[in-house]
């Protein structure tokens, strides 16, 4: 079982049965809103997080993140939801202040 909780989104959880799946995947099947600017290609960091807690649960940087992170768009708590698997256990996120949709109410 995987879990990711949502601090900004007033600590949302969202429930994935399946092990090893994308963190958008798991977000937009569960009805979140989550900007994703170029399709899930990882070609921009719109989609990224900032990881509070379970980094350790995620899979591989993968080469767009490589690409990001030698760029210094990506800081070594922040992923793309595109990108990173979440292997097992759970994943404590934000939505990064930049990415937030006008359309939505975040605490903080």
Known sequence: MLKIIIENLNNKEIISQENKRKVIEIIH?????????????????????IITEGIENLG????????????????LNER????????????????????????MEYSD
């Not at 099947?29 to 997080?49: I, L, Q, S, Y």
């Not at 292997?87 to 006008?102: D, M, Q, W």
Request: aromatic content about 8%; charged content about 35%; hydrophobic content about 30%.
């Open 29 to 49: 099947e569960n009805f979140v809103d989550w900007m994703h600017a170029c399709g899930k290609k990882g070609r921009c960091t719109t989609c990224k997080m």
């Open 60 to 75: 591989p940087l993968t080469e767009r993140e490589e690409f990001f992170r030698e760029k210094e768009r990506l800081k």
């Open 80 to 103: 793309l939801t595109c990108q990173a698997e979440l292997k097992s256990g759970t994943l404590k996120i934000r939505v990064a202040e930049v990415n937030k949709f006008p359309h």
